[in-house]
């Protein structure tokens, strides 16, 4: 059996985002909500976060592209929080802050810049305005002239926090795609181009697995960190890097997104691995160091095999998409309310705690990917 995507777009469009909408969006209140108890109710909270108001912002724009009522108001409500009360008149971001705009936590984080700039850039995707792209160079202007690092990327916050990770710079080559799409800037192409290379130069190991954590001058992590590979990541640079090849023509882009992707295969495929989900952490050689299960590394798996169906060609990658899917409904995604067990055990047994918002970015992405590229077959 295989995907029939007009099903998969209906269940994205009519339910998913909608109820979405409703459960994050309130006129009369002010940013989004961040996190949902385990009976699936709003938190009441006056904290608010970049990155939770950024990634929603990137949703509600995405919905809107999709044709879901509704979803344009709630991106711009997102846009117009992120951009008053999350950014200070210095034009940095809190990393939170309350409802009424006061500094939380007032340092700039990178993870959350990279996010920032993602939704900017569909913010104007959505609504074809340009002003959101000035405040995109901004952004871009501060992390250059401010978390630059001397040895290559970007320190991690305003505070010098670490290890370095290999993430938020994965995060701002996704925003740079993004904001290349609707910007002429060249900046945005050349950005690209750094990020993978610093990527190809300094956190693939020499077996071509790519760390996590690491010390000042892109050594490994000293300690058990130092090992960690997350399956998960590698699945999400390989969906990036066939589109960096898309943008830019890059041969060592794909090349490296076939070795991402099969190194993550195998973890997947293992016999260790009888569930066939994408477990949280490995080691170089693939030992299980977190047999756990979240969501989004399920996610990003669908995104690389989308990928691989559209660059490669691939057979194998559709019938490993039709599979996943199902499982990623079978073990996480509630499909009457759209709600989601975050996490599973080492046991496959879901994990009781609180839904972050935030993971609605990986699930839309995934499954928009999935409508765009499948064609035809049967029913969920």
């Known amino acids: 059996?295989?995907?029939?995507?007009?099903?998969?777009?209906?269940?994205?469009?009519?339910?998913?985002?909608?109820?979405?909408?409703?459960?994050?969006?309130?006129?009369?209140?002010?940013?989004?909500?961040?996190?949902?108890?385990?009976?699936?109710?709003?938190?009441t909270?006056?904290?608010r976060t970049t990155l939770v108001t950024a990634r929603l912002t990137y949703v509600f724009s995405h919905a809107h592209l999709l044709g879901v009522p509704g979803a344009l108001a709630a991106a711009r409500h997102g846009f117009a929080f992120l951009t008053s009360a999350c950014r200070h008149a210095d034009g940095r971001f809190s990393h939170s802050c309350t409802a009424r705009g006061e500094a939380v936590d007032g340092r700039s984080d990178f993870y959350d810049l990279a996010f920032?700039?993602?939704?900017?850039?569909?913010?104007?995707?959505?609504?074809?305005?340009?002003?959101?792209?000035?405040?995109a160079g901004e952004v871009m202007d501060f992390l250059d002239g401010e978390l630059a690092h001397p040895a290559g990327g970007y320190r991690e916050d305003t505070l010098g926090t670490q290890p370095r990770r290999q993430n938020p710079h994965m995060h701002?080559?996704?925003?740079?795609?993004?904001?290349?799409?609707?910007?002429?800037?060249?900046?945005?192409?050349?950005?690209?181009?750094?990020?993978?290379r610093l990527m190809r130069e300094r956190m693939l190991d020499?077996?071509?697995?790519?760390?996590?954590?690491?010390?000042?001058d892109w050594t490994t992590f000293p300690g058990p960190r130092g090992l960690i590979r997350e399956p998960g990541h590698h699945f999400e640079w390989t969906w990036l890097l066939y589109h960096h090849e898309r943008l830019t023509g890059s041969g060592e882009a794909r090349d490296t997104a076939?070795?991402?992707?099969?190194?993550?295969?195998?973890?997947?495929?293992?016999?260790?691995?009888?569930?066939?989900?994408?477990?949280?952490?490995?080691?170089?050689?693939?030992?299980?160091?977190?047999?756990?299960?979240?969501?989004?590394?399920?996610?990003?798996?669908?995104?690389?095999?989308?990928?691989?169906?559209?660059?490669e060609g691939d057979d194998d990658a559709a019938a490993r998409l039709d599979q996943h899917l199902r499982l990623t409904f079978q073990h996480f995604v509630d499909r009457k309310s759209g709600l989601w067990v975050n996490q599973l055990d080492d046991q496959g047994r879901p994990m009781s705690e609180r839904l972050p918002v935030r993971v609605l970015y990986h699930l839309v992405l995934a499954l928009a990917e999935i409508c765009r590229v499948t064609k035809g077959g049967t029913a969920l």
Request: hydrophobic fraction near 45%.
């Open 116 to 135: 920032v700039l993602f939704a900017l850039g569909w913010f104007t995707k959505a609504t074809g305005e340009t002003d959101a792209l000035a405040i």
């Open 258 to 311: 076939r070795k991402l992707h099969a190194f993550g295969q195998r973890q997947v495929d293992a016999s260790v691995n009888p569930s066939r989900l994408v477990v949280n952490e490995v080691d170089p050689t693939g030992h299980v160091l977190n047999g756990a299960a979240l969501l989004w590394p399920q996610t990003e798996y669908l995104k690389a095999l989308v990928a691989r169906i559209e660059f």
């Open 45 to 47: 909270s006056d904290l």
């Open 206 to 216: 020499a077996n071509g697995t790519l760390g996590e954590f690491f010390s000042e």
């Open 172 to 196: 701002l080559l996704e925003a740079c795609h993004a904001l290349a799409a609707v910007s002429p800037d060249p900046r945005w192409l050349a950005t690209a181009d750094r990020l993978v």
């Open 1 to 43: 059996m295989s995907i029939d995507p007009d099903d998969l777009k209906a269940w994205l469009t009519n339910t998913l985002l909608p109820s979405w909408i409703d459960r994050a969006f309130d006129p009369a209140r002010l940013g989004f909500v961040e996190y949902l108890g385990p009976n699936g109710m709003p938190e």
